[in-house]
C-alpha cells in the first residue's frame, strides 16, 4: 500500500473512532557503511529501515502507536492502540498537534547524486583513506579506524489539522583515525574526515594524509607546569565544548530547573564578540531540515546577540506555557521517542581573524587541540569540567612544542564571558543530524591547566 492511499484510510479509521485529532508520523532511512582494516573489508551494511508513529487524543490525553508496516490489517491496531495508551495516560500536561504553518523554506539537504555513487566507488575511497594515512609516513603504524557511510532519510508528517508536508535528506560521511609511534614507543592518535551531501568534494588521500599529519604532530608530547594560561581552543575542540552544553538553551530543561540559564533572558552572558546561532537552513549541513518533527516550519534563531541571551529553543509545548510560537526545535531522536527539543546547526558566529592569528594575538599560552572525558568530566547543568586535553605549547606566537597528559578545569559559561576573539574558521562535528554544534577557534582569556 502506497503511504498516501495508508494516510486516508488511517485517518478515516480514526475519526470513525472518535478521535479528536490526530497525526502519522512516518520515517525511512537507507544507510550504507563499509570499514577497512588492512586495505580489506572488515565491515559492510546496506540496511533499510522503515516505521510510523501514530498519534491521537481521546478525552483530552494523548496516546501513541508504532508500526515497521503500513497495510491494512495494520490500520485498527494502531487506532485501537492510541485509544488504549491515552486511557492510561497520568501526565496533566496536554499535548497538542501543530496545524502547519502557510509556508515552509526550500532548503538544500539533498543531492541526489550522492546516492547514485556505484557500491565499488564508496569502498575504493575507503580504502583509499587507509592507504593515504599510511602512506605519509613509516610512524604511522596503524590505522584504528576508517569507514565511509551513505545514508538517505525522508521524513513524513500528516495531522487532522491539515499539515502535510515531507522532505528527504542525505548524507556521505567518511572518517579515518591515525595512529603513530615515536622513537620512545609514545603512541598518539588523530582522525579526519568529510561530512557532507557531495562526494566530488569527498578527498579520502587529503582526509588521510591530514590526519596523519596531526599525530605524527603530536609525538614528543610532555605536561606544562600546573598553572592559569591564556587558551586558543581549535576549532573541533571548541565545537564538542560547545555541543557539550547545547542543553543549557532548551526551555524544557529550563522549566524543570536543569538549565543555569534559567531566568537570564535579555541578560549579558557571554562576551560582546559572541553570536551563537541555531540555523536550520544552513545549505549542506547534517540539521539542516525544512520542519521540525511536529511539523513548525524551520527559521534561524540568534540564541546569544553579540552577548546577550535573546532566546531559549522551544518545541510546541513550552512554547505554549510562555504563550510564544515555537522556535522549530521539537525533534525526535527516535521514531518511538517522544518529542524533545533539540538544536538544529549550533555555532558561534566567526569573526574575521584567522587560526593563526588568534595563536599571534594571544603571545605564550596553550593550544586546546583535542579535550577527552566530556561525557564524565563535564556538568551540563552547572557548567563546570575538568578534562582531559592534548595540544601545543605557544611561546611569543608561535607554536614551540606539543602537549599532552594535562586537565584543563573551569565553567562553560565562565569560559564564554572570558573568550577574548572568535576566529573566522568555522567547523562543524561529523555526523550529528540533531544539536550539530559548530565553532571556530576560540581564543579564552585564562585557563586553569593541571600538568607537571
Known sequence: MDLKNFKDKLFT????AGLEEYELYCKRKVAFEVSIFEGEIDEYKNERSFGVCFRGKVNGKMGYAFSEKID?????FLVESVKQNASIIEDEEEEFIYPGDATYPEVVCYNPKTNEIPTDAKIEAAIKMERATLDVDEKVDNVPYCALDNTEVEVYIANSKGLDVGYKSNRICGVVEAQVEGEDEQVKTAYDGYDGLDFTKFDPVAIGQSAAKKALAMLGASPVPSAKYPVVFEAKAASEMLETWVGAFSAEK???GFSILAGKLNEKIAADCVTIIDDPLLAGQE?????????????TKTVIENGTFKTFLHNTKTARKEGIPSTGNG???DLEMPIEIAATNFY?????QSHDDLIKTMGDGIVISVVEGLHSGANETSGDFSLSATGFLVEEGKIARPVDQITISGNFFTMLKDIQAVGSNLNFKLGNDTNNAASPSIYIKSLDIAGS
Open 254 to 256: 529550563a522549566h524543570k
Open 348 to 352: 558561534i558566529k566567526p569573526g574575521t
Open 287 to 299: 540539521a539542516t531540515v525544512p520542519f521540525d518533527s511536529e511539523g513548525v516550519a524551520s527559521r
Open 13 to 16: 479509521a480514526a475519526q470513525a
Open 331 to 333: 525533534f525526535k531522536t
Open 72 to 76: 491494512d490489517g495494520v490500520i485498527a
